[in-house]
């Protein structure tokens, strides 16, 4: 079956500007979370949702940051006022609910990314 | 502090040798889970193997094993017959239970496969 999607693949925008990265996770995953991850690092987590609901959004660096998932599906992390130090891969993943038993169950299946370049 | 450590930024391995990759991890909850991703130039993360906290056995996928040292919180991913397709980027992570399912990634050891 499809895998997560994300669009766009490559986003390259002006300091100061909007940005809003999409991501389409794997049909009948309820759970949803958004990395971030920079050169030569591993991905750091940023929000999670179960379902519509942010569940933890103790990543989020700062209040330029949002993200949405208003029907429990397509999810949309905004940016505003973007500054250069938000250049970095955006990735999704997203897996079945956490309260299902054994760990394949956990799996996070993750999206190719978005490329954020912000000039 | 840092919850994952990966000590070994780059490891070379020889084609059909096997090669083990570090990671300890610190946390005070008693339940959480281990994953070992892989992340090719072409910047996908591919899950690899699990391991559970209460897990009494190491998890084995294929050429992947983990050795899981509870006592020592550590959680090596050993590949056997290492292929060219194994170079690539190797993320440690771990997911505390009572934290959500959010994972916490170590740095990555980037590992070279030699023919």
């Known amino acids: 079956g499809a895998g997560v999607s994300q669009t766009p693949s490559n986003k390259v925008t002006e300091k100061g500007k909007y940005v809003e990265l999409r991501c389409d996770p794997i049909?009948?995953?309820?759970?949803l979370y958004w990395y971030r991850q920079s050169l030569g690092q591993g991905p750091e987590f940023l929000i999670y949702?179960?379902?519509?609901?942010?569940?933890?959004d103790s990543g989020l660096p700062n209040d330029r940051f949002f993200a949405v998932r208003p029907e429990g599906s397509v999810s949309t992390l905004k940016i505003q006022r973007t500054e250069r130090g938000d250049s970095a891969v955006y990735l999704c993943?997203?897996?079945?609910?956490?309260?299902?038993?054994?760990?394949?169950?956990?799996?996070?299946?993750f999206g190719p990314g978005t490329r954020l370049t912000v000039l | 502090a840092q919850k994952i450590t990966q000590t070994q930024p780059g490891m070379f391995v020889q084609e059909k040798e096997a090669v083990t990759l570090d990671c300890t991890y610190d946390?005070?909850?008693?339940?959480?889970?281990l994953f070992w991703y892989k992340q090719p130039s072409s910047g996908e993360m591919i899950f690899l193997i699990y391991?559970?906290?209460?897990?009494?056995q190491n998890a084995t996928e294929g050429r992947y094993s983990l050795n899981f040292q509870k006592a020592r919180k550590s959680a090596n991913l050993v590949i056997s017959a290492s292929q060219l397709g194994d170079s690539a980027m190797y993320f440690c992570?771990?997911?505390?239970?009572?934290?959500?399912?959010?994972?916490?990634f170590g740095q990555g050891t980037e590992l070279s496969v030699k023919p």
């Open positions: 949702f179960q379902g519509t609901g942010a569940a933890d």
């Open positions: 992570a771990m997911r505390e239970n009572n934290q959500g399912g959010k994972l916490i």
């Open positions: 391991q559970g906290s209460y897990d009494e």
């Open positions: 993943a997203s897996s079945l609910t956490r309260w299902l038993a054994g760990g394949a169950e956990y799996e996070q299946f």
């Open positions: 049909s009948g995953h309820t759970a």
């Open positions: 946390t005070s909850d008693q339940s959480y889970g």
